[in-house]
């Protein structure tokens, strides 16, 4: 399994979780992508098992790093960050409160 389209679709699936108000359908799957992409990473901060960003068909070598990896793990960081900020906000709301309606006051900030 390549780590770096791993990161990228587990921080879609975050940011779309937010957008639809939907923090159960395919959360679990992203939480369990976002702990394959962590493990992946090694002690410089390095994401490990991608792909030849050059082939995209086999594997990256072992002193090979992907810089498009990278920035999807950044992308997932954030993305995760801004799900549980959500998650944590709409727990708050009163009830009968509408997620869309909470997304619109986040967006005009």
């Known amino acids: 399994m390549d780590a770096a389209s791993t990161a990228l679709i587990a921080s879609v699936t975050f940011r779309l979780a937010v957008l639809k108000g939907d923090n159960s359908t395919y959360i679990p799957n992203a939480i369990a992508a976002y702990d394959f992409v962590h493990r992946n990473i090694d002690n410089g901060g390095w994401l490990r098992n991608t792909v030849d960003p050059m082939t995209f068909h086999t594997p990256a070598g072992p002193d090979q790093p992907s810089p498009e990896g990278q920035s999807f793990v950044l992308l997932l960081e954030a993305a995760r960050r801004d799900f549980q900020d959500w998650v944590e906000s709409e727990a708050t709301l009163p009830s009968?409160?509408?997620?869309?309606?909470?997304?619109?006051?986040?967006g005009s900030k």
């Open 96 to 106: 009968g409160g509408m997620a869309g309606n909470h997304l619109v006051s986040i």
